[in-house]
C-alpha cells in the first residue's frame, strides 16, 4: 500500500490513490496507525520514570522539571516555557494542559533524557 501523507486542519492523514484516507492521528496526544492497521487513534501519556508518576497536570510537570534544574519562565498564560541555566535548551508548552499534546511530550522527552518516557495509555 502506498500514498501520501497530508496535514489538514492538525489532522495527519495518508492519502492513497484513488481516493479515500487510511485513519487519521490527531486530538489529544493522539496518535493513529495502530497494530493491524485499523486506524485507531492511541491516547499518549508523559510518564516521570524514576517514580512512575503519570504527568496528568502542569504542576506535576513543574515540580519535576524543577528536580532537573528546569527554571519556568513567566510568559504568557497560553504559553508556559522552562529553560535550563547554562544551556541553550528550551521547553515550550501550552499553559492549558488540556491542549498538551505528544508533540510536547516528546519534546521534553528529548530534552530530559532518562527522565521522562511517552507510552500508550
Known sequence: MSGVWVFKKGVMSLEIPGGGSSGSSGGAGGLGGGPGGEGSLRRKVLIHL??????SSMEILERRLAEQGWERYSTSPELVQFHKPATVHLISVPGDFGRFTSVHMYDVVVKCRNVFEVRDA
Do not use: L, R
Not at 524514576?50 to 504527568?55: F, I
Open 50 to 55: 524514576a517514580s512512575g508518576e503519570v504527568v
